[in-house]
């Protein structure tokens, strides 16, 4: 975005027609890559300023507009991985020309517009107002040194600078200096309405809502007209606040019903819907219906989407549904319309609790998009480094249990699952004896324990246990890092098991990248303590099994 900005306030040069020779001057680099630049073609700009340096490695100028080009790509990038690796490349650039010439006004321009123009929280900004300023001071020094227009270009930039400082008076004198500089400017038009938005009486906005009213105050008004949409909406809200989902569902959809128009209705809706729902989504009724969260999850995404059609200036139905968005990309593949929602949520006058929400979401979702690079480069390029990289990245720290919280004899199975997927994978530990015959459940996580023989994603532990005591140890499914569980010697009955060897196993399946695999270790039950340690795997990357008596 940054970059598209970088190109209505610098104005570089016009194109010169010279007569070809064959040792190109640096001027003539700078004019062919600034028609291509023009042109849009910021890769073929780009790649003439490398020539450039390739025949004068010493220009700070070459360096400057190379670094320019490579922000401005940046800018224009399709995904936030490219566009940070492209900034960083063009920093690197700009860091060398200043190296080369401290003083050379363009450098320090360049490096100071991109320091201004991106994200705060890359620590740009305090060297782009040092870069600005220095501007300013060697047109003190030598005016011939900074032409009018980069003169004014950094006083628009220091403007802007200043102001994400949160310094207002200085914003306000360098936008001041920009209209003195350039009357009549579309420059000086920018700078003015600047000014306005800094030292402007901000709209006074009633934030007062009046008390919300009780179930049965409600009541009493649909008592006379039990069909206006409004107090049923009303009252629907009014049995969310007090947990009665049930109640809620049924006044919502009814005020929908008579008033299809009503946002309010349809953004409760979606908030109770959601409110009712088990955090895991995994209860007993998957096992009657394995689409049953699905198309709960797609109910919400239209409830959400008609409440923003509807009043696209209410924040709180921006806010959900962003929220929404970016926490179940995989079943709705709106996460760039839940960015877009939170960003609408930040730029507006939002409450401050509105903003806090929208910017943690924001973080969740760029931490998210970076999580779905890495499964790409395991799933797409598994042989390659880059794969091992991704897989150490997303690897926790291991930690060890005390043994004195242990209930002995027994026996401790402790791993880690390496990876992490769009959802928390699926997963069963349970033990069997050498000869393959089922011995006890420990862990099985929500879906499988649930949908049981509807929809088998775990084989090797449906196949062996045939579901036996899944109901007692179904939990909320794990993700990544590392778990305990501790086998209390006894089989599914009940019953003490006899001194022996026991296989215990854990199988686990990843969604939506389907990777899969199963890790297991012999232990031998009686006698002394023993230890068996595996750590082979990719997905379970880690096994240990310990025999407490």
């Not at 050379?104 to 040092?130: D, N, Q, S, T």
């Not at 854990?506 to 297991?520: C, D, G």
Request: aromatic letters at 8%; charged letters at 25%.
């Amino acid at each position: 975005m940054y970059a598209r900005i970088v190109v209505a306030v610098v104005v570089l040069l016009v194109i010169c027609f010279a007569t070809p020779v064959s040792a190109k001057p640096l001027d003539q680099y700078v004019e062919e890559a600034s028609g291509y630049r023009q042109a849009g073609a910021l890769g073929e700009a780009a790649s003439i300023m490398k020539d450039a340096i390739s025949e004068h490695p010493d220009s700070a100028i070459a360096y400057a507009y190379l670094g320019l080009y490579m922000g401005m790509q940046a800018g224009a990038a399709e995904n936030f991985m490219e566009a940070g690796q492209l900034s960083a490349e063009s920093f690197e650039l700009l860091d060398k020309a200043v190296e080369l010439d401290p003083r050379h006004p363009r450098a320090r321009l360049y490096r100071g517009i991109m320091g201004v123009k991106v994200p705060e929280f890359l620590g740009k900004l305090p060297g782009a107002i040092e870069d600005l300023e220095t501007i300013i001071d060697l047109h003190g020094e030598s005016p011939q040194m900074v032409s009018a227009e980069l003169i004014t270009t950094a006083y628009s930039m220091l403007g802007e600078g200043y102001a994400k400082m949160g310094d207002e008076m200085k914003a306000v004198s360098a936008y001041e200096m920009v209209m003195a500089l350039a009357p009549g400017t579309p420059e000086a038009g920018v700078a003015e309405g600047a000014i306005a938005d800094l030292t402007g009486e901000p709209e006074v906005k009633e934030m007062e809502e009046e008390p919300m009213r009780s179930v049965e105050e409600i009541k009493k008004d649909l008592e006379s007209d039990p069909e206006d949409a409004a107090h049923l909406a009303e009252l629907g809200r009014a049995y969310l606040e007090v947990g009665e989902f049930e109640q809620a569902e049924k006044a919502l959809r009814n005020a929908i019903e008579l008033d299809p128009e009503n946002p309010d209705a349809y953004k409760w809706l979606m908030i109770g819907i959601g409110e009712s729902m088990s955090g895991d989504l995994y209860d007993e009724r998957i096992h009657e219906d394995t689409d049953w969260a699905t198309k709960l999850v797609f109910e919400m995404v239209g409830l959400a989407d008609k409440a923003v059609e509807l009043a696209p200036e209410d924040m709180e139905s921006r806010l959900f549904r962003g929220i929404m968005d970016i926490q179940m990309p995989f079943f709705s593949g709106k996460l760039d319309q839940g960015i877009a929602d939170l960003q609408v949520v930040l730029d507006s006058d939002a409450p401050a609790d509105i903003k806090a929400q929208a910017t943690y979401w924001l973080g969740y979702a760029y931490q998210k998009m970076g999580t779905t690079y890495w499964i790409k480069v395991l799933t797409d390029y598994d042989d390659e480094e880059a794969a091992q990289m991704a897989l150490q990245a997303m690897r926790p720290p291991l930690r060890r249990l005390d043994p004195s919280e242990i209930e002995t004899p027994a026996v401790v199975i402790d791993f880690s699952l390496g990876f992490r997927d769009e959802l928390p994978p699926q997963t069963a530990v349970w033990v069997e004896t050498p000869g393959g015959d089922f011995v006890k459940t420990l862990y099985v996580s929500g879906f499988s324990g649930y949908a049981k023989e509807v929809q088998i994603v775990l084989p090797v532990w449906a196949a062996t246990s045939d579901f036996a005591g899944a109901d007692a140890v179904t939990g909320a499914s794990i993700d990544t890092g590392q778990h305990i569980y501790v086998w209390d010697l006894k089989d599914e009955s009940g019953s003490r098991v006899d001194p022996s060897d026991y296989v215990v196993k854990v199988e686990t399946h990843f969604w939506p990248s389907m990777k899969y695999e199963m890790a297991s270790g012999t232990v031998t039950v009686g006698g002394d303590k023993t230890l068996m340690v595996t750590q082979e795997g990719t997905f379970i990357p880690y096994l240990e099994l310990r025999y407490m008596p």
